[in-house]
C-alpha cells in the first residue's frame, strides 16, 4: 500500500488522533508515542492553541548565564539553546567585563515600519506627495484601529514615503512608524497596514498590495558596550590576535557569516527563551549588516591607549514581555521573570549585551585556544547521550573520548558496550 500524506482536515483532529495517525504513517514505536506525550511544562492543550497540526512538543535546554551587570545592576539571564558551550562561554565574558563596570546599555523607541505596496500609479513621485498632503489624516485612521496601544503610550507616530525602483516598474511604499511600547508588535502594525492601504489607494489611484510589518527595524535599536581587560583576556598579545579575527570578518563575508552566528548564538538563545520571534530577530540583524551594501560585523572592537579591548554591539532588537508566546508558553514567561525586566526596551538591552559578550568569548576563543577545546567536552557528551548512554555512563564514555581526541558516534557505541558489560 502507498502511503499518502493528503490529508484534507488533519486540523479538526484531537492532538491524540493526530498522533496515531503519524503513528501509522512513520511506523513509530510506542516508545516514540510515549516521547510525544511528554510535553513538560507546556502541556499539549495549549500547545494546540499557539500552533496547528499539533503533535508534540520539542524541549530546549534552557540555562543560566551568571555574572551580567548591566548599567550596573546585576542579573541572571535565561538562555535556551541546544548548542554545547554557549552559555558557559557567555557566562565567562561577562565575568571579565565586571572588572571594568560590566555592560552599558541603550536603546531607541520600540518603533517598527509597517509598509504599504501600492502599484500600478502612472505618477509615482506625486502620488508621493500626495500621501504625506493626507498624513495626519491616515496616522488617526491607524490609531483608531488600536485604542489600548495609544492609551499606553503606543501607536502610529509617522507616515513616510518612498519610491522603489523594481523589476516590474516603479513602486510607492507608504511605511507606517508605530510605537508598539513592550508588544513586539506585528499584530498591531500589520492592522494598522491594513486599514490605510484603502485609503492610500483612493489618494494615487494604485492598487495596494502587501501590507506588513518589515523586520529591518532601523527604527528599533539596542546598543551595548563593555571593556575588557588585557590582563583578564590572557595579555596584550590576545587582544591583537582578537582585532585581528575582527579584521578578518569586516573584510570577508565568509568569515564574517560565522562571526555574526557566534553574536546571535546569545542573542537567539534569550530571544528563545523569553518567547519572542527567534527567526525575526535573525533577518532583521543578518539585515543590518549588510545596510551599506557589504555584508560586515554587526560587532566593533578597537583597542584602548591602556592597552585594553572594548567592544560595541547595535542591531535591530524587536522583543516584547506581552503578547505572543511570551503571554502563553509558561517558562517564556518565567524566563522574562528571572531576567526581572519590566519593559520590552529593558529586554532589548540585555540581549544585546549577551549578544556581545558572545562575540566576545567566541573571539578569544578562536585567538587563543581554538575553538574546538571549549566544545570539546560538552559534544563528547551529546554524542554519548545520543548512542544511548545513561547517568554515570555519560560521563564516563564523553572523558574517555576526549582524552582519546575521538569524538565519533563509532568510539562512542564501542565504549557504551565496553562499559555495560557486568
Same mark, same amino acid.
Given at each position: 500500500m502507498v502511503k499518502s500524506s493528503e490529508f484534507s482536515g488533519f486540523y479538526k483532529l484531537s %492532538?491524540?488522533?493526530?498522533? #496515531?495517525?503519524? #503513528?501509522? *504513517? !512513520?511506523? =513509530?514505536?510506542?516508545?516514540?508515542?510515549?516521547s510525544l506525550r511528554q510535553t513538560g511544562s507546556l502541556s499539549l492543550d495549549v500547545a494546540n492553541r499557539m500552533i496547528e497540526n499539533v503533535i508534540g512538543v520539542?524541549?530546549? /535546554?534552557?540555562?543560566?548565564?551568571?555574572? *551580567?551587570?548591566?548599567?550596573?545592576?546585576?542579573?541572571?539571564?535565561?538562555?535556551?539553546?541546544?548548542? /554545547?558551550?554557549?552559555? !558557559?562561554?557567555?557566562?565567562?565574558?561577562?565575568?571579565?567585563?565586571r572588572s571594568k563596570g560590566g555592560f552599558s546599555t541603550s536603546s531607541t523607541e520600540p518603533v517598527m515600519i509597517g509598509q504599504i505596496q501600492i502599484v500600478g500609479v502612472p505618477d509615482p513621485h506625486h502620488a $508621493?506627495?500626495?500621501?504625506?498632503?493626507?498624513k495626519d489624516k491616515l496616522i488617526k485612521h491607524a490609531n483608531e484601529q488600536d485604542p489600548v =496601544?495609544?492609551?499606553?503610550?503606543?501607536?502610529?507616530?509617522? =507616515?513616510?514615503? $518612498? %519610491?522603489?525602483?523594481?523589476? &516590474?516598474? #516603479?513602486?510607492?511604499?507608504?511605511?507606517?512608524?508605530?510605537?508598539?511600547?513592550?508588544?513586539?508588535?506585528? @499584530?498591531? %502594525? @500589520?492592522?494598522?497596514?491594513?486599514?490605510?492601504?484603502?485609503?492610500?489607494?483612493q489618494v494615487t489611484g494604485g492598487n495596494a498590495l502587501l501590507r506588513i510589518i518589515s523586520n529591518l527595524a532601523?527604527?528599533?535599536?539596542?546598543?551595548?558596550?563593555?571593556? *575588557?581587560? @588585557?590582563?583578564? =583576556?590572557?595579555?596584550?598579545?590576545? %587582544?591583537?590576535?582578537?582585532?585581528?579575527?575582527?579584521? *578578518?570578518?569586516?573584510?570577508?563575508?565568509?568569515?564574517?557569516?560565522?562571526?555574526?552566528k557566534g553574536i546571535m548564538n546569545g542573542v537567539s538563545a534569550v530571544v528563545l527563551a523569553t518567547g519572542n520571534d527567534t527567526r525575526?530577530?535573525?533577518?532583521?540583524?543578518?539585515?543590518?549588516?549588510?545596510?551599506?551594501?557589504?555584508?560586515?560585523?554587526?560587532?566593533?572592537?578597537?583597542?584602548?591607549?591602556?592597552?585594553?579591548l572594548v567592544g560595541t554591539l547595535e542591531m535591530p532588537m524587536a522583543v516584547g &514581555?506581552?503578547?505572543?508566546?511570551?503571554?502563553?508558553? /509558561?517558562?517564556? #514567561?518565567?524566563a522574562v521573570k528571572i531576567l526581572e525586566v519590566k519593559t520590552a526596551r529593558e529586554l532589548a538591552e540585555t540581549i544585546c549585551a549577551v549578544g556581545l559578550a558572545q562575540n566576545l568569548a567566541a573571539l578569544r576563543a578562536l585567538a587563543s585556544e581554538g575553538i574546538q577545546r571549549g566544545h570539546m567536552t560538552l559534544h563528547a557528551r551529546n554524542i554519548a547521550i545520543g548512542v544511548g548512554a545513561t547517568g554515570n555512563l555519560i560521563d564516563r564514555i564523553s572523558l574517555q573520548m576526549v582524552n582519546e581526541r575521538k569524538i565519533r558516534v563509532d568510539r562512542a557505541k564501542e565504549l557504551l558496550e565496553q562499559y555495560s558489560k557486568p
Amino acid at each position: 500500500m502507498v502511503k499518502s500524506s493528503e490529508f484534507s482536515g488533519f486540523y479538526k483532529l484531537s %492532538v491524540s488522533d493526530r498522533v #496515531k495517525f503519524v #503513528k501509522e *504513517f !512513520a511506523g =513509530l514505536t510506542n516508545d516514540d508515542e510515549a516521547s510525544l506525550r511528554q510535553t513538560g511544562s507546556l502541556s499539549l492543550d495549549v500547545a494546540n492553541r499557539m500552533i496547528e497540526n499539533v503533535i508534540g512538543v520539542l524541549p530546549i /535546554p534552557m540555562g543560566i548565564a551568571t555574572n *551580567f551587570l548591566i548599567n550596573g545592576r546585576d542579573r541572571l539571564v535565561p538562555m535556551a539553546i541546544e548548542e /554545547p558551550s554557549v552559555v !558557559a562561554a557567555a557566562s565567562n565574558a561577562a565575568r571579565m567585563a565586571r572588572s571594568k563596570g560590566g555592560f552599558s546599555t541603550s536603546s531607541t523607541e520600540p518603533v517598527m515600519i509597517g509598509q504599504i505596496q501600492i502599484v500600478g500609479v502612472p505618477d509615482p513621485h506625486h502620488a $508621493r506627495f500626495e500621501i504625506l498632503k493626507q498624513k495626519d489624516k491616515l496616522i488617526k485612521h491607524a490609531n483608531e484601529q488600536d485604542p489600548v =496601544l495609544v492609551s499606553l503610550g503606543g501607536g502610529a507616530r509617522d =507616515l513616510q514615503v $518612498r %519610491v522603489v525602483d523594481s523589476a &516590474i516598474g #516603479k513602486m510607492v511604499i507608504g511605511e507606517l512608524l508605530v510605537d508598539c511600547r513592550d508588544a513586539m508588535g506585528a @499584530n498591531a %502594525v @500589520n492592522t494598522m497596514a491594513e486599514a490605510v492601504a484603502p485609503m492610500i489607494e483612493q489618494v494615487t489611484g494604485g492598487n495596494a498590495l502587501l501590507r506588513i510589518i518589515s523586520n529591518l527595524a532601523v527604527k528599533r535599536l539596542a546598543r551595548a558596550k563593555a571593556v *575588557f581587560g @588585557n590582563e583578564q =583576556l590572557g595579555g596584550e598579545e590576545v %587582544v591583537d590576535r582578537i582585532l585581528s579575527a575582527y579584521a *578578518f570578518a569586516v573584510a570577508d563575508p565568509f568569515r564574517c557569516a560565522t562571526h555574526n552566528k557566534g553574536i546571535m548564538n546569545g542573542v537567539s538563545a534569550v530571544v528563545l527563551a523569553t518567547g519572542n520571534d527567534t527567526r525575526a530577530i535573525e533577518a532583521g540583524a543578518h539585515s543590518y549588516a549588510a545596510r551599506s551594501g557589504q555584508y560586515t560585523s554587526l560587532t566593533s572592537w578597537e583597542k584602548t591607549n591602556e592597552g585594553d579591548l572594548v567592544g560595541t554591539l547595535e542591531m535591530p532588537m524587536a522583543v516584547g &514581555i506581552v503578547g505572543g508566546a511570551t503571554a502563553s508558553n /509558561p517558562l517564556a #514567561k518565567l524566563a522574562v521573570k528571572i531576567l526581572e525586566v519590566k519593559t520590552a526596551r529593558e529586554l532589548a538591552e540585555t540581549i544585546c549585551a549577551v549578544g556581545l559578550a558572545q562575540n566576545l568569548a567566541a573571539l578569544r576563543a578562536l585567538a587563543s585556544e581554538g575553538i574546538q577545546r571549549g566544545h570539546m567536552t560538552l559534544h563528547a557528551r551529546n554524542i554519548a547521550i545520543g548512542v544511548g548512554a545513561t547517568g554515570n555512563l555519560i560521563d564516563r564514555i564523553s572523558l574517555q573520548m576526549v582524552n582519546e581526541r575521538k569524538i565519533r558516534v563509532d568510539r562512542a557505541k564501542e565504549l557504551l558496550e565496553q562499559y555495560s558489560k557486568p
